[in-house]
């Protein structure tokens, strides 16, 4: 199987322009002329490399128990494709896939803290006590930890952009017996950037990205000055680590990562790394699926790109037996802030927080309070040119509103009228950030104020008070960490969290636990500490639990701890970043809902299965199994019932997913009904019980995805609950293909031609000729298991006949997400020919999903404009 095609991703909020005149912005996804080449177990590979020793060079030897290939490059670009699909022909090669891309998450930075020391953390006023630690509270980690179970004994393997170990709360070393970091290493280099060759070494040090110490403090940070630790702080931590300082990670990397992950003993793998794709078919999907048939779980975050609506499952989440992870926001926002004093008129001195932002020259500054506007909820308050009447600034400090347009942009403006100080409040209801603003040289000191505090000046200021400032040196201040509680969104889904199932419905992600709004250890030079909002702060919390609960059930085994956190856990309500609704998030979001470590660590009923699978209208299973496992010795009852989670519409008039927020929900649930209400189970043994579903009587043109739960309340006091997902309609008749249509190479929007054009091509297999090539565009509103685009003849009357033409070179894609593709045509056909020179048309076939492929009739079709070509 090979892949020929550029896969450029699209922005969530690009999403609203889907259509001919969309346009196409993004990167490159796949590493042009690289693959993956996996060997067949009992095949000498030496063939191998005799047949490509001049043709290309090998980036990675992927030599692994569970993954024997190497990743290669091929020095002619130009041919490469034709050479891979060659490659497929011989007797030691099972697979051959395109190397892809992967960007590193873009998860939110709330805040961090100051960069370039730990010295001001030491102001830092110290929370004692027990673990108050809200990630924890809401997952039950307090209580096992009150136990004293705390990961010991673990091995937790983490893939990531390394770790800076030097934090003193992450063990401040690496690789010796008494380091938290025992193993790992550094696959890539700091200079690699996903397109480049990566250069290893033996040290994971990471001090320029942040991402994977933020991740490492969730599972195991060390008691600290902030009063927190991670979840499991006796475990052993090894950091393999996949990003330079910038760009993304090549699928040879991450498979070479998770191999040495594996192989190095960790009894846990964790990633917090993800692409758009909706197929558990990707080789590194594949590659972690077989590393948890082996018997080790392996986490994977669940994505961040909820806007994008449903079925957007992300790789390697969606694979086979991958437990995937979903977010939820923190019930409060960790807020660090330095302290300061203030008067109203003259009185008593009051204390404020903020965040200090750059530059930050406040020390002995003490003036009062000036604000250009009243209004608190001015959206774009501070962005024209202050009033002609605004006084002279100089002696103030100017207290502007947060939005619309930038701070240095309010700065400017503030120092028009000679503000040397200007203090932001924030616009949103939780947590300040370091505003920076020293393009602006007037301004020497900035800073944020939470929206609180920042209305409560601007009222006092309406009513004619006089407030006055007197600053800290904020050198020596103390650091206050404080939380805000999250009354909007705290405790429900991120509203980022990424909708799946699969186009297979697959029932993703299996569970949820909080990764919004997360406080966690940064690089030193990067702030030492910050809070981030990501599945990707989600996920390691989840493998740390995994820690905990091995720790009191005395086993390792993926499924049994999958299943008993997945029926443990709380469903929640669906929010939808605004408002909360009576009806259960779907499972599609939530999974099975928070984890609650505590009852997975203790429960003594085991469910054979995390989740019941119903499938589509087409392939619709009426009944499912599950076993009810009594592990206790006395007997149990069970009363078993059912409640239904929101049903979503998938489409509404477009043949483009809704958004979310956007997609519309109806409580229409599907109507379940148990093999018994009730079933009585004897210690040590296990009862079969029967799940027959008949879905809603919903528009099935607008695919619908029901779910819900099945709820057993023991009477030995465990209440649980098992997922279930299906869909009403047919993914079969889904449409996949919106338009296929024709630009050119030199269009960086690559937007449609409307008129006749003719490509002069280069006959040559070297790119020193500059060419401008036809670019064949695909826009793909759903996922499609096989895209092909051929180049059809037509004659001098336009008549393109029966003709439906040859695949031209990089055709067929496999396995496409709903995402926009193209493909430059270089005038040759798949198997390497020259098109005769003459007149084409671009023909798109995108094979519906559960598609029989030799059957025309199931693709979606689409032809371009026509179009000449001609070589030199
Ligand atoms: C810790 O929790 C226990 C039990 O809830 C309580 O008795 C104790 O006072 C708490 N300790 C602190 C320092 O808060
Ligand atoms: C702040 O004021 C104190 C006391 O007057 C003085 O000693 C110190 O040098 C001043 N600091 C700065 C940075 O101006
Ligand atoms: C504040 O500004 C907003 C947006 O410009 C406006 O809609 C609102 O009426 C203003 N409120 C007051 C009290 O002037
Ligand atoms: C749904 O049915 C199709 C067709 O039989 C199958 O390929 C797919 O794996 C099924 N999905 C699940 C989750 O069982
Ligand atoms: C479900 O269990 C019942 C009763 O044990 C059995 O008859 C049936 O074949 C099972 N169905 C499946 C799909 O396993
Ligand atoms: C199980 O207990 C919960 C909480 O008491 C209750 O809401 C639910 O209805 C019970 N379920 C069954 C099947 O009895
Ligand atoms: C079902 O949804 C489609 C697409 O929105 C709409 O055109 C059709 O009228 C709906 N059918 C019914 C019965 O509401
Ligand atoms: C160009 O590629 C073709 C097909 O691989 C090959 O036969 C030919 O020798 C190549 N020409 C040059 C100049 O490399
Ligand atoms: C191709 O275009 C690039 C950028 O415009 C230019 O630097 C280069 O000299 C061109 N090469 C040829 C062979 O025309
Ligand atoms: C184009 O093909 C059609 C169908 O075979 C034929 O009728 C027509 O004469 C052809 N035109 C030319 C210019 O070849």
Redesign the pocket.
């Known amino acids: 199987m090979v892949r020929g095609y550029h896969l450029l991703p699209l922005l969530a909020s690009a999403l609203s322009i889907f259509s001919t005149e969309a346009k196409i912005t993004g990167e490159t996804r796949h590493l042009p002329g690289s693959y993956i080449v996996e060997f067949e177990d009992s095949q000498d590979s030496a063939e191998f490399f005799n047949h490509i020793s001049s043709k290309a060079k090998t980036r990675m030897n992927l030599d692994y128990k569970l993954f024997k290939g190497v990743s290669i490059q091929f020095h002619n670009l130009k041919t490469a494709e034709e050479e891979a699909g060659k490659l497929n022909s011989l007797p030691s090669v099972r697979q051959v896939w395109p190397n892809r891309v992967y960007s590193l998450p873009k998860d939110e930075i709330v805040w961090t803290g100051r960069s370039g020391g730990v010295d001001y953390i030491k102001n830092v006023k110290r929370q004692l006590g027990n673990d108050t630690f809200t990630p924890h509270v809401m997952t039950q980690v307090d209580k096992l930890r009150a136990k004293g179970i705390t990961g010991k004994g673990v091995k937790i393997g983490i893939i990531d952009s390394g770790v800076d170990y030097t934090h003193p709360a992450l063990g401040g070393c690496f690789g010796g017996p008494d380091c938290l970091f025992t193993f790992g290493s550094d696959i890539v280099g700091d200079d690699y950037n996903g397109d480049n060759t990566p250069v290893p070494d033996d040290d994971p040090y990471d001090g320029c990205g942040g991402h994977g110490t933020h991740v490492s403090g969730i599972i195991a940070a060390q008691a600290n000055e902030l009063g927190f630790t991670g979840a499991a702080p006796d475990v052993t931590l090894g950091m393999f680590r996949v990003f330079g300082c910038t760009g993304g990670a090549g699928n040879d990397v991450l498979i070479d990562a998770y191999m040495k992950a594996f192989e190095a003993g960790s009894n846990i793998i964790t990633a917090s790394i993800g692409g758009s794709s909706g197929w558990s078919e990707d080789p590194w999907s594949v590659a972690v699926s077989r590393i948890v048939e082996a018997g080790v779980p392996c986490t994977v975050s669940a994505g961040n790109d909820g806007a994008v609506g449903l079925f957007y499952a992300s790789t390697a989440s969606n694979g086979k037996k991958v437990t995937s992870i979903a977010s939820i926001d923190n019930e409060v926002t960790p807020l660090l802030l330095t302290d300061s004093i203030f008067t109203v008129d003259g009185g008593e001195q009051q204390r404020f927080g903020y965040a200090l932002g750059e530059p930050g020259k406040w020390t002995n500054v003490s003036l009062p309070l000036w604000t250009p506007s009243f209004n608190t909820t001015d959206p774009a308050q501070g962005c024209t040119a202050f009033s002609e009447d605004t006084p002279d600034l100089s002696g103030y400090i100017v207290l502007i509103r947060r939005g619309t347009c930038t701070f240095v942009e309010k700065a400017t403006n503030a120092a028009q009228f000679g503000a040397k100080y200007v203090l932001f409040y924030n616009n949103v209801r939780v947590g300040a950030i370091g505003p920076a603003t020293s393009e602006v040289s007037r301004v020497l000191g900035t800073g944020m104020v939470t929206a609180d505090q920042g209305e409560s000046w601007v009222a006092s200021l309406e009513n004619g008070s006089k407030i006055v400032l007197n600053m800290l040196d904020p050198n020596t201040a103390p650091v206050s960490l404080t939380y805000q509680k999250n009354t909007v969104t705290g405790g429900f889904a991120s509203s980022y969290t990424t909708w799946n199932?699969?186009f297979?419905?697959?029932?993703k992600p299996q569970l949820a636990s909080p990764g919004g709004n997360i406080l966690s250890t940064y690089p030193i030079p990067l702030g030492t500490y910050a809070v981030l909002s990501g599945t990707s702060m989600a996920c390691p919390l989840v493998a740390a639990i995994y820690a905990l609960v091995s720790n009191v059930r005395g086993t390792l085994d993926p499924a049994t701890l999958e299943n008993i956190l997945s029926a443990t856990s709380n469903p929640q309500f669906l929010n939808d970043g605004t408002n909360t609704y009576t009806s259960l998030a779907p499972v599609a979001q939530l999974g099975s809902g928070i984890v609650q470590a505590y009852d997975a660590a203790y429960a003594t009923t085991l469910l054979s299965k995390s989740s019941l699978?119903f499938?589509?209208t087409?392939?619709f299973?009426d009944t499912l199994n599950f076993t009810i496992k009594n592990l206790g010795t006395e007997e149990v009852t069970y009363e078993l019932g059912s409640v239904g989670a929101a049903t979503g519409y998938t489409f509404s008039d477009s043949i483009y997913p809704d958004p979310f927020p956007g997609l519309e929900f109806t409580d229409e649930y599907a109507t379940v009904a148990l093999s018994e209400p009730k079933v009585t189970v004897p210690g040590g043994e296990e009862v079969v019980v029967s799940v027959t579903v008949t879905p809603p009587a919903v528009n099935a043109t607008r695919l619908p995805v029901y779910s819900g739960y099945i709820t057993l309340n023991g009477t030995n006091g465990d209440s649980l609950s098992l997922p279930y997902n299906g869909a009403v309609g047919s993914l079969h008749d889904t449409r996949v293909l919106d338009v296929g249509y024709l630009s050119i190479s030199t269009d960086e929007e690559l937007d449609p031609i409307t008129s006749r054009a003719s490509f002069v091509l280069p006959r040559t297999n070297t790119t020193a000729v500059n060419a401008t090539y036809p670019v064949a565009v695909a826009l793909l509103a759903f996922g499609s298991p096989q895209v092909n685009i051929k180049a059809v003849p037509v004659n001098a009357t336009g008549f393109a006949g029966a003709d439906v033409g040859n695949h031209i070179f990089g055709s067929p894609l496999r396995y496409a997400s709903r995402d926009p593709f193209t493909l430059n045509w270089n005038g040759r056909f798949a198997d390497g020919t020259w098109a005769p020179a003459g007149s084409y048309k671009l023909r798109f076939e995108a094979l519906h999903i559960?598609g029989d492929a030799a059957n025309p009739a199931e693709y979606d079709i689409d032809e371009s404009v026509e179009f000449s070509i001609r070589f030199i």
Not at 504 to 507: A, Q
């Open positions: 199932p699969t297979e419905l697959d029932v699978a499938n589509d087409d392939h299973v559960f």
